[in-house]
């Protein structure tokens, strides 16, 4: 079955422009207008992956993705024009796999594209091979469910966060530098990545199993280096 992936822009030109270069690569693309468009195509058709735009008409980027999660760990792509810090902050906190800005080069969007697929991949065929959980504290990671338990409540993490943390959490006492996490996550050798991005995800995570995420107590920071989990 061929990859489809889901392209929601309410700019035809930029919807034309992706949907020839994802063609290219051999995905098969639908487009829709709107979230709500997106959300009723999610519904009715195999997704793979879908390029989100914050600001549409009707259901914006933004509460779309929020649907979305409700129904589907499926990657997103948040796609918009807008360039502050903040707005990247709320399009990977509502969900978000990753952020591309307006302008863009169609071949750094692909590349992303690719890198997403290529971790759904690795992780699918991986997340057999752990037999058992990993409990650090009041925190227990269940690899084979995809699950993550703190102090008896489930945190609801998206992929990538979850990738982050097992990473982490297999490789505790081991310092990860930003190059270090991306390449281990992402499975991608690809320039086309944002530290800030990174960040962005530890301190969503942080926000879902630390009790104080101002004072983390399990993914520490090493200043200068990266971020851990302690041994």
């Known amino acids: 079955m061929a990859v489809t992936i889901l392209v929601a822009d309410d700019d035809r030109e930029i919807r034309n422009i992706v949907h020839i270069y994802l063609r290219n690569e051999g995905y098969r693309v639908l487009e829709a207008e709107d979230g709500l468009e997106a959300l009723h195509i999610l519904q009715s058709e195999p997704i793979h992956l879908i390029i989100l735009d914050i600001m549409m008409p009707n259901l ?86 995809h699950k993550v338990i703190v102090r008896g409540q489930e945190a609801v993490l998206t992929p990538i966060e979850f990738s982050i943390l097992e990473l982490l959490a297999t490789h505790r006492g081991q310092v990860f530098n930003m190059d270090k996490i991306y390449h281990s996550v992402w499975k991608d050798p690809s320039p086309y990545y944002s530290e800030n991005t990174i960040m962005v995800h530890i301190r969503n995570i942080r926000e879902k199993i630390e009790l104080n995420p101002r004072e983390p107590q399990i993914i520490k920071t090493v200043w200068g280096v990266g971020y851990k989990i302690e041994k």
């Open 60 to 145: 914006d980027g933004i509460q779309a993705c929020m649907k979305i999660r409700e129904l589907s760990k499926i990657p997103i792509i948040m796609l918009s024009a807008k360039q502050e810090y903040l707005d990247k902050i709320t399009g990977l906190s509502t969900g978000a796999d990753d952020y591309v800005t307006k302008p863009f080069n169609p071949l750094e969007l692909i590349a992303r594209v690719k890198a997403q697929l290529r971790r759904q991949n690795y992780s699918t065929l991986t997340t057999p091979n752990h037999s058992s959980e990993i409990h650090i504290d009041d925190l227990i990671i269940s690899p084979n469910e």
